[in-house]
């Protein structure tokens, strides 16, 4: 790994998101595996963690701020460190180019139509946030613009300019969000062009992803973090598989083809149609999925004394909740196989498993998903009783 690969960004001081900004790529790896090996070591040996060899423009979606300039014009960027106020940003090392190309067309658009972003402080204003998802393996683009209410003056010409601008552009979203919140979108999502979503594929597995569906910034790296998850299960085509917290299905699915039966929880509604839909897209016929709090549906499995063999996890930030811990304790799978974004609670609940269920953690294996930031995605199996990994 080239030491000298530096992000160089101009704003990175101001903007805060790149907490890793002035280190060399090389250090900033060091430091991540180092603060997984520290945090882990009472529990597991750590493998070396897994960089990019290109860690620019990684991210598939790119979300901007709107805001306008003393002259007139529409600018875009991110809130200012411990602000709401927006620092303008046009070219992000991080984010994908075309999605930046593309908001600036926004930006240009909505100043020649005349539509005014968003002002906070005075409630007035339409357009907020304009969000861009991009798909790595099929090139597809979703554009989601998010306005404060449900509107948009002249949309058929808007869009037009929009897409002839960008003809890569295959949906264009109105988001309404009309509440004031920090959240960026609303519950309404109306499509003014194309179906609404796109399609990427990982791991030879085509995912459908709308503008509300979590799917991680990093499909390169997601690709890696699955294909080590999926080894740590260890399948041998007759498991039953909880993939909890599922969102629209994508570790469930990446691994159905190695079990005998697939039940994928989620919170979400709109997430779990998502994943519904994707198992019907790529043939998968031994999965079904639950609209359910994750730690009642294992509480209910344990009720009803249903076998259960290996269980996928991939919390929040937070972690899992003690109610989700003591009810996986109680059903005790196998092999459980651990997703995190955020080492210290991984450690928090792997204390928590290992104290209080039968679970010993076997090895871990942490992810630079976010090059330049201090986010670390590790993923770690524990398996029931002695080492057998």
């Known amino acids: 790994m080239p030491r000298e690969i530096r992000l160089d960004c101009p704003v990175a001081a101001r903007c805060g998101a790149c907490q890793m900004a002035r280190l060399p790529y090389a250090e900033q790896l060091r430091r991540k595996e180092a603060c997984v090996r520290e945090l882990l070591a009472p529990f597991c040996p750590v493998d070396p963690i897994v960089g990019m060899e290109n860690p620019f423009h990684y991210r598939n979606k790119t979300h901007a701020v709107l805001s306008g300039d003393r002259a007139g014009n529409v600018v875009s960027g991110v809130y200012r460190r411990g602000t709401h106020q927006v620092l303008p940003v046009n070219d992000c090392r991080i984010e994908n180019e075309k999605a930046d190309e593309i908001i600036a067309t926004v930006c240009r658009l909505l100043r020649s139509f005349r539509i005014r972003p968003y002002r906070e402080d005075a409630r007035a204003g339409l357009m907020r946030h304009v969000l861009v998802r991009t798909a790595r393996a099929t090139g597809q683009i979703l554009v989601v613009l998010v306005a404060s209410q449900p509107i948009l003056p002249r949309k058929n010409d808007f869009v037009r300019a929009l897409v002839a601008a960008h003809p890569e552009i295959t949906s264009v979203v109105l988001n309404v969000n009309d509440r004031a919140t920090s959240m960026v ?28 569906s979590f799917y991680q910034v990093n499909s390169l790296q997601t690709e890696k973090l699955y294909k080590t998850a999926i080894a740590y299960a260890a399948l041998t085509g007759r498991e039953t598989v909880l993939d ?37 897209r790529n043939g998968v016929r031994n999965a079904r999925f639950t609209c ?10 344990a009720a009803e004394r249903r076998p259960l063999d290996v269980l996928f996890l991939d919390p929040p930030r937070s972690g899992s909740d003690e109610n989700f811990l003591s009810a996986l304790c109680t059903l005790a799978p196998r092999r459980v196989v651990y997703i995190s974004c955020n080492p210290a609670t991984l450690a928090r609940d792997l204390a928590y498993l290992t104290a209080r269920g039968p679970y010993r953690a076997q090895r871990a294996t942490p992810f630079d998903m976010f090059p330049f930031t201090d986010h670390i995605e590790t993923a770690v199996l524990l398996s029931k009783g002695k080492a057998d990994a």
Not at 254 to 270: F, Q, S, Y
Not at 292 to 301: E, I, K, P, S, T
């Open 292 to 301: 359910m709090d994750a730690g009642q549906y294992l509480l209910r499995m």
């Open 185 to 212: 979108l609303g519950k309404r999502d109306i499509p003014l062009y194309g179906p609404g979503t796109i399609e990427d594929v990982l791991l030879n597995k085509t995912f459908r992803i709308s503008p509300q």
């Open 244 to 280: 909890a917290y599922c969102g629209i299905g994508t570790i469930g699915l990446c691994a159905a083809e190695g079990c005998g039966r697939l039940i994928g929880v989620e919170l979400n509604p709109d997430a779990v149609r998502d994943a519904a839909f994707n198992a019907g």
